[in-house]
């Protein structure tokens, strides 16, 4: 689901919003900012200094589902947060249209929302 927000980003970068609490969710989206520093910027929902709402979200949205704030302002959440990033990036740009195509898209998003409710909050927490 991608739906405009009201906060504009006057860069090319997309900011993804991730668990840095989480150990999996850190590593992943570590690694995508290693790939390609130039096109992403990081935030960590977990920090106590993080403020969902002048993106027009609430603490409670960005803790189930990823989130990311394209570079033309729209949020993208959940599968389509993923396939944003992977749009982005050369060698998961197949990855990012096949994720896209209708029957794909529809087991994605069901098991994205099994993997955010029921999987995620059981993984191990980083140590801060």
């Given at each position: 689901m991608i739906k405009q927000t009201m906060t504009t980003?006057?860069?090319t970068k997309s900011k993804i919003f991730f668990d840095g609490a989480c150990i999996i969710c850190d590593m992943e989206i570590s690694y995508?900012?290693?790939k390609n520093p130039?096109?992403?910027d990081l935030v960590d929902i977990s920090s106590p200094t993080f403020d969902a709402k002048p993106y027009g979200l609430t603490p409670e949205e960005v803790q189930l589902?990823?989130?990311v704030l394209t570079p033309d302002g729209r949020i993208a959440k959940g599968v389509d947060?993923?396939?944003h990033i992977w749009s982005r990036m050369p060698m998961y740009k197949p990855v990012a249209f096949l994720i896209k195509l209708p029957?794909?898209?529809m087991v994605a998003r069901i098991c994205y929302r099994i993997f955010a409710s029921y999987i995620r909050p059981l993984l191990p927490k980083k140590n801060k």
């Open positions: 980003q006057s860069t995508y900012k290693r130039e096109i992403f589902h990823m989130h947060a993923f396939a029957g794909i898209y």
